[in-house]
């Protein structure tokens, strides 16, 4: 089970650790980090720290699960036609393609988004829609007839995780892995959603009290 | 405001990227990965994914908050004496000295855990209080007198920094963090803890039925 992941500068750390870490264990999995070419260090969206791609994309044609993150770089790189057209090529061999948070907007740049409902990041819902979508304020939306499966914003790449390996695998491998990670969330606060969230903590972000986006 | 994250062979993702999220979001935050040396590549326990060190460990001296990952590395570095004295060193400098999962092991046998609670990974609780500590079967487990503060497995690592980020800058600081990274957990299933978790997805992972850890 071949899980692709592409690399780019600018890409938020969490969106692909958090998924990596659910499907690294499903049976046979092999991981492929793809860079722009093999061994670069990809720095992320905060500059804190950088991975390192295990292969070029130029070489990765085919995947099982094709699994794009998010992050300032793919609000950039929906300007970049090489990136849109490899992530249109691996989509047509995989069983599942799937987004986490700003991820989206690259597969709705490419195309694949058109006419669908599907999910993002809150602050990007615009642009998403942009792409011929629409949002839908869910933590996961599938299309199992479309492979193709997006998710909300950052942290919500593990629960799309847990519910991909429950159909690729079967949900008790899925709670297996959910399990393994002792993923029984106790947030300290009820603030991860625009809904929850209290106005002195939209403020710090700059969004304004009564914004949907 | 200094993070710094000990990289060693064998961390667990997650551990770190889960609260790097969210450290880094902090005022005035400066991200230092420690390995033996700076630039090193340090691969994950599960072998999938490599981060560079920014820095090596011996140029790392002081700290504002030293989080302690977990990982295959850190059951078999709790017989390295000079990361143990490393991190007994920095300890001495910091605001919060943190562990997830069982990066609880290595702040145990630096001797930080003797006669206090704490929480790690459910699998390695015996492996805990084999250093004098009592296992506490909580997401989070705090001792500002002692600046200390523990995190149970891998995705937890969440809940904690968004902890301590409430008490590093303010609840408020905190609840945007989380709003930034649209935190507002879907676990498919009720599956993350040994209390929760069926039969079945405790038999893949080898779990008696039963089991308290």
């Not at 057209?85 to 069983?95: D, K, P």
């Not at 988004?113 to 792409?131: C, D, F, I, P």
């Not at 997006?150 to 629960?159: E, K, L, N």
Request: net charge negative; proline share 6%; aromatic share 6%.
């Amino acid at each position: 089970m071949r899980i692709v992941f592409p690399l780019f500068d600018g890409f938020t750390a969490l969106d692909l650790v958090g998924p990596y870490e659910i499907l690294r264990m499903l049976p046979g999995a092999e991981i492929v980090l793809a860079g722009e070419g093999a061994g670069d260090a990809v720095r992320d969206g905060a500059g804190g720290l950088s991975l390192l791609a295990t292969h070029a994309r130029a070489d990765v044609r085919e995947a099982d699960v094709l699994l794009v993150p998010g992050g300032p770089g793919a609000r950039r790189d929906v300007d970049d036609p090489a990136l849109l057209e490899w992530i249109t090529a691996v989509h047509s061999t995989t069983r599942w393609t799937a987004s986490v948070c700003t991820g989206a907007l690259l597969l709705g740049a490419a195309g694949l988004l058109a006419g669908k409902t599907a999910t993002t990041h809150w602050n990007a819902v615009r642009e998403l829609e942009s792409h011929g979508a629409t949002y839908t304020p869910e933590r996961v939306v599938a299309h199992p007839g479309d492979r193709l499966i997006t998710g909300a914003g950052v942290s919500a790449g593990i629960d799309l995780a847990i519910t991909l390996a429950a159909r690729l695998a079967s949900p008790a491998h899925a709670q297996a892995y959910q399990l393994a990670l002792e993923y029984d969330p106790r947030p300290p606060y009820g603030a991860g959603s625009l809904a929850t969230a209290p106005a002195e903590a939209k403020a710090l972000l700059g969004v304004a009290e009564g914004s949907e986006a």
